[in-house]
């Protein structure tokens, strides 16, 4: 691929490479992308006050949570089915991270079993969808801790299977149903056809949805099962606190855009909130996790956190202002995996790294610490803040 110099190179190399079903799977938001667009267009609503003549010649960008120093204040969002996108794709994931020192999630939904991607990681966090029935989660839970994860992610905004009418528009199903138009799509991109799909088959069989449950799931391709998309509309608080009682590790709560449920969380004994509103995945017209962030983390006493719409360095430090104390990217590295392997994902870490360091010292701080929202944000008019209130 050209040499990209931003993360937005990275989505065009991918589009280019990928076909136009497995693209759209990735790319695309659910019904009208409302949410999915003002993901980004929220972040253009804050503007930087720069201090100048503030000698920040040396720049840190470390963080701490829970006595665990990660080198960057982002890290790798759980990204499903990577591997059918990039060639092992969870464990291409799994290195960039243990080298550069972010934390990563792994996916629920991923191809790959946890017990094989933890080996690359193991300071790996396992993010959960919650099967529909008990003895399933605490199944889950026990296979999860057997593995050595000690944070468990649970994603809590998928009470139902979203309404993704662009994958379909796209020609994409889970699982994927052999066709002629998927047949023609993998001829006309053989660097994927045969450098991920074909290469995965051969050398690890049929992939399955492999970490939704204790047991192996569905296979990717079949023309009869359907992948499981258990309704989990039935699922309350009440089993968010049998999790608890379950669970010793580190417990975080993902998918949380209301801050009355961010205090419930909390008070269920949550000890991180991860502010999302699933890349605009899931409902169509959600707030965007930023405008939302400021009161959520003012009130939260454990580390509040963020993804959605993270595409730059000065996206990461505006959330980063806002109250988050890690911020979590997914599209871009899954982009930069299926163009350039694990070398692309390193490079889509450094161009993310570069731009914070830049942004910092034209900011004039050396500490991310040091960011503060009175100080160094502008609100334009007509954005909503935290609160609610007209900027």
């Not at 199903?173 to 149903?177: H, I, K, M, S």
């Not at 066709?179 to 998927?182: D, E, I, N, P, V």
């Not at 334009?380 to 900027?391: E, F, H, I, N, Y």
């Given at each position: ?9 990275l989505?065009?190399a ?25 993901n ?16 920040a ?12 120093r990660?080198a ?9 089915m ?9 464990q291409?994931?799994a290195?960039?991270a ?9 996916s ?26 008990s ?5 889950l ?31 994409f ?5 052999p066709?002629?138009?998927?047949l023609?799509?993998?001829l006309?991109?053989p ?7 074909l290469r995965?088959?051969?050398r ?12 192996r ?19 309350g608080w009440?089993?968010?606190?049998h999790i ?51 009161q959520i ?37 899954i ?7 694990q ?26 610490e ?8 502008h ?13």
């Open positions: 691929m050209n040499t990209p110099l931003n993360l937005h190179d989505e065009q991918a589009r280019r490479h990928l076909p136009r079903a497995i693209f759209g799977y990735v790319a695309s938001g659910s019904e009208d992308e409302i949410t999915l667009r003002r980004r267009a929220v972040f253009e609503g804050y503007q930087w006050l720069p201090r100048v003549l503030t000698q010649s040396s720049v840190c960008t470390s963080v701490d949570l829970w006595g665990h990660y960057l204040p982002f890290g790798i969002a759980p990204l499903g990577s591997a059918l996108i990039a060639y092992r794709g969870d291409m994931l290195r960039t243990v080298e550069a020192g972010l934390p990563m999630i792994i629920g939904s991923s191809l790959i079993r946890l017990e094989e991607i933890v080996p690359a990681c193991p300071h790996a966090w396992f993010q959960a969808y919650l099967p529909g029935q003895p399933q989660i605490d199944a839970l026990d296979r999860v801790a057997a593995a050595g994860i000690n944070v468990l992610v649970v994603t809590v905004d998928t009470p139902v299977a979203a309404n993704r009418e662009n994958h379909i528009r796209a020609g199903n889970a699982p994927l149903r066709g002629l138009r998927l023609a799509d993998g006309l991109h660097r994927w056809t045969f450098g991920t799909f995965t088959l051969v690890h069989g049929m992939p399955h949805f492999e970490n939704n449950y204790a047991t799931g569905a296979p990717i391709v079949s023309r009869h099962v359907l992948r499981d998309f258990s309704d989990r509309s039935h699922l009440r089993h968010l606190q608890r009682s379950r669970w010793k590790g580190k417990l975080i709560i993902k998918g949380l855009l209301n801050p009355l449920d961010a205090d419930i969380a909390v008070a269920e004994g949550a000890d991180a909130l991860i502010v999302s509103n699933h890349g605009g995945r899931q409902l169509d017209g959600a707030a965007s996790p930023l405008t939302v962030l400021p983390a003012r009130r939260s006493p454990v580390p509040v956190m963020f993804d959605s719409g993270i595409r730059r360095g000065g996206d990461v430090l505006k959330a980063y202002a806002l109250g988050a104390r890690m911020v979590f990217v997914g599209r871009p590295f982009y930069a995996a299926a163009v350039a392997g070398a692309g994902i390193a490079q889509a870490v450094e161009l993310l790294h570069a731009e914070i360091r830049r942004d910092m010292a034209m900011l004039g701080i050396s500490r991310l040091d960011l503060d929202p009175r100080i160094h944000l609100q334009r008019a007509g954005v909503l803040s935290g609160t609610g209130d007209p900027a």
